[in-house]
C-alpha cells in the first residue's frame, strides 16, 4: 500500500475554479474521507487522485512518485464508482477475474485470486451466476471485488454506497471498514453523507467550493471545526450560533452576550467587530438560574434524548436533553453551555478563534 500527497492541487475547467490549491497527505494504509456538499470539488479532487482528470496546477505523489501527469493505467490504483460499472455480459466470477485476464496472469492464479476474494467478501456461492440479476448490495460486493483482486497500492471510492436503501447502506459501511482493517489498504473515499464520513474515516478532508476547509480525525473536526461552514455540515442538529458584536482579547476566559457572560477556553487569539459563539447541541443546559434565557418554542422526542429550540436574544438554540426532562413550549427557562467547549469564529472570515482547546485541532484546518 501507499503513501499519497497531494501539494497545491488545482482544477480548473474554463473559467470555473473547480479545485482552489487543496494539500493534505493520505498515511499508509489509512482510511481517508473527502467530504462535502454536491459540487463542493471532492470528486473532482478524486479523479485527479485517480488520473481521470489531469490537474491544472500542482503535484500528486503515490508511494513516493509524482504521478499528476500519468494516466489512470500507470497509477496502480483501482477505481470503485458509486454506479457499480459492471460488466453485463459477465458472470460474477468473470468480472472480478478481468483485471487479472487483461494483465496476462496465469489462469490458476487468476481462479487462485478470485476464490480468496470471493471468500473475504462472502459471495462464493454466486461466482457463476449473471450479474443482472443480483441484488445491490451483492452488485457492490462484486465491485468491490474486481477492485481489491489485483491488490492495488491504493483503492479509490467515489460514493460506492450511494445507490443502496439507508438500512442496507448502513451495514455495508460496517461491512467496508471491516474489509478495510483486514486489508490494511490505503482507501480514499468520496462522501456528501457527514454521518458516513464521521462512521467509517481515520482521517476527513472537509471541502467547500473546492476548498480544504479542514483535515483531521472525526472528533477533532466534530469537537473543534475550523470554520463555521463544518460547524454547520458536520453534526444533526448543527452547532449553536449566538451573532454578537463585541471584542475578544488574546487571553480572554470571557465573552459578554448583552448582560450576559459566557466563559470560553482561553482565546489565542484575538478579535473584535461582528463576532459568533458556537456550541453544539448536547453542551446546552436548561437552568432556570442561568441569566441567559430564551423561550421554548419546540420538544422533538427522539427516544432517549429530545431537541429542545428556544428562541434568545441572540439567535435560535437547540439543546439535547434526556427525554425525561419536562418541558412546555411557551415557557421561559435560562441556559447554561460547557465552557470547555465552545467556539468563537470571525463572522467576517467564517473561521474559528484560536483557544487553548482547539488548537491543535485548527493545526490542520
Given at each position: 500500500?501507499?503513501?499519497?500527497?497531494?501539494?497545491?492541487?488545482?482544477k480548473?475547467?474554463?473559467a470555473?475554479?473547480a479545485v482552489?490549491?487543496?494539500?493534505?497527505?493520505?498515511?499508509?494504509?489509512e482510511?481517508?474521507?473527502?467530504?462535502g456538499?454536491?459540487?463542493c470539488?471532492k470528486?473532482?479532487?478524486?479523479?485527479m487522485?485517480?488520473?481521470?482528470?489531469l490537474?491544472t496546477s500542482?503535484?500528486?505523489?503515490?508511494?513516493?512518485?509524482?504521478?499528476?501527469m500519468?494516466?489512470?493505467s500507470?497509477?496502480?490504483?483501482?477505481?470503485?464508482?458509486?454506479?457499480?460499472a459492471?460488466?453485463?455480459?459477465?458472470?460474477v466470477g468473470k468480472?472480478?477475474?478481468y483485471?487479472l485476464?487483461?494483465?496476462?496472469?496465469p489462469?490458476a492464479?487468476?481462479?487462485q485470486k478470485v476464490?480468496?476474494?470471493?471468500?473475504?467478501?462472502?459471495?462464493?456461492?454466486?461466482?457463476?451466476r449473471?450479474?443482472?440479476?443480483?441484488?445491490?448490495?451483492?452488485r457492490?460486493?462484486?465491485?468491490?471485488?474486481?477492485?481489491?483482486?489485483r491488490?492495488?497500492?491504493?483503492?479509490?471510492?467515489?460514493?460506492?454506497?450511494?445507490?443502496?436503501?439507508?438500512?442496507?447502506?448502513?451495514h455495508?459501511?460496517?461491512?467496508?471498514r471491516a474489509?478495510?482493517?483486514?486489508?490494511g489498504a490505503?482507501t480514499?473515499?468520496?462522501?456528501?453523507d457527514?454521518?458516513?464520513?464521521?462512521q467509517?474515516g481515520?482521517?476527513?478532508?472537509?471541502?467547500?467550493?473546492?476548498?480544504?476547509?479542514?483535515?483531521?480525525?472525526?472528533q477533532?473536526?466534530?469537537?473543534?471545526?475550523?470554520?463555521?461552514f463544518?460547524?454547520?455540515f458536520?453534526?444533526?442538529?448543527?452547532?449553536?450560533?449566538?451573532?454578537f458584536?463585541g471584542?475578544?482579547?488574546?487571553?480572554?476566559?470571557?465573552?459578554?452576550?448583552g448582560?450576559?457572560?459566557?466563559?470560553?477556553?482561553r482565546?489565542q487569539?484575538?478579535?473584535?467587530g461582528d463576532l459568533?459563539?458556537?456550541?453544539?447541541?448536547?453542551?446546552?443546559?436548561l437552568?432556570?438560574a442561568?441569566?441567559?434565557?430564551?423561550?421554548?418554542?419546540?420538544?422533538?422526542?427522539?427516544?432517549?434524548t429530545?431537541?429542545?429550540?428556544?428562541?434568545?436574544a441572540f439567535?435560535?438554540?437547540?439543546?439535547?436533553t434526556?427525554?425525561?426532562?419536562?418541558?412546555?413550549?411557551g415557557?421561559?427557562?435560562?441556559?447554561?453551555f460547557?465552557?470547555?467547549?465552545?467556539?468563537?469564529?470571525?463572522?467576517?472570515t467564517?473561521?474559528?478563534?484560536v483557544?487553548?482547546?482547539?488548537r491543535?485541532?485548527?493545526?490542520?484546518?
Amino acid at each position: 500500500m501507499a503513501e499519497i500527497v497531494i501539494r497545491n492541487l488545482r482544477k480548473d475547467f474554463g473559467a470555473f475554479n473547480a479545485v482552489k490549491s487543496s494539500s493534505f497527505t493520505i498515511a499508509d494504509g489509512e482510511f481517508f474521507m473527502l467530504l462535502g456538499p454536491s459540487g463542493c470539488g471532492k470528486t473532482t479532487t478524486l479523479r485527479m487522485m485517480a488520473g481521470l482528470e489531469l490537474p491544472t496546477s500542482g503535484e500528486i505523489y503515490i508511494d513516493g512518485e509524482e504521478v499528476g501527469m500519468k494516466p489512470a493505467s500507470q497509477r496502480d490504483i483501482a477505481f470503485v464508482f458509486q454506479m457499480f460499472a459492471l460488466y453485463p455480459h459477465m458472470n460474477v466470477g468473470k468480472n472480478i477475474s478481468y483485471p487479472l485476464i487483461s494483465q496476462g496472469m496465469p489462469r490458476a492464479e487468476v481462479k487462485q485470486k478470485v476464490a480468496e476474494v470471493a471468500r473475504i467478501l462472502g459471495i462464493e456461492n454466486i461466482l457463476n451466476r449473471p450479474v443482472g440479476g443480483l441484488s445491490g448490495g451483492d452488485r457492490q460486493r462484486v465491485a468491490l471485488g474486481r477492485a481489491i483482486v489485483r491488490n492495488p497500492k491504493a483503492f479509490f471510492m467515489d460514493e460506492p454506497l450511494g445507490a443502496l436503501d439507508a438500512e442496507f447502506r448502513e451495514h455495508m459501511a460496517e461491512e467496508l471498514r471491516a474489509l478495510h482493517d483486514r486489508m490494511g489498504a490505503t482507501t480514499v473515499y468520496v462522501t456528501h453523507d457527514q454521518l458516513e464520513a464521521m462512521q467509517m474515516g481515520d482521517k476527513i478532508v472537509v471541502m467547500n467550493h473546492g476548498v480544504v476547509e479542514q483535515f483531521g480525525v472525526p472528533q477533532q473536526i466534530y469537537d473543534w471545526p475550523a470554520t463555521r461552514f463544518v460547524a454547520e455540515f458536520i453534526g444533526s442538529p448543527p452547532m449553536n450560533f449566538l451573532d454578537f458584536q463585541g471584542r475578544v482579547d488574546a487571553g480572554a476566559e470571557k465573552v459578554m452576550l448583552g448582560d450576559s457572560g459566557f466563559a470560553v477556553p482561553r482565546q489565542q487569539d484575538g478579535a473584535s467587530g461582528d463576532l459568533t459563539l458556537g456550541v453544539r447541541p448536547e453542551h446546552v443546559r436548561l437552568s432556570d438560574a442561568a441569566p441567559y434565557r430564551g423561550e421554548i418554542v419546540a420538544a422533538e422526542y427522539l427516544g432517549t434524548t429530545q431537541i429542545i429550540t428556544l428562541d434568545t436574544a441572540f439567535g435560535r438554540v437547540k439543546a439535547r436533553t434526556p427525554s425525561h426532562e419536562v418541558v412546555r413550549v411557551g415557557d421561559r427557562t435560562g441556559l447554561e453551555f460547557d465552557a470547555r467547549t465552545l467556539s468563537i469564529f470571525d463572522a467576517g472570515t467564517g473561521r474559528a478563534l484560536v483557544s487553548d482547546a482547539n488548537r491543535e485541532a485548527l493545526a490542520h484546518g
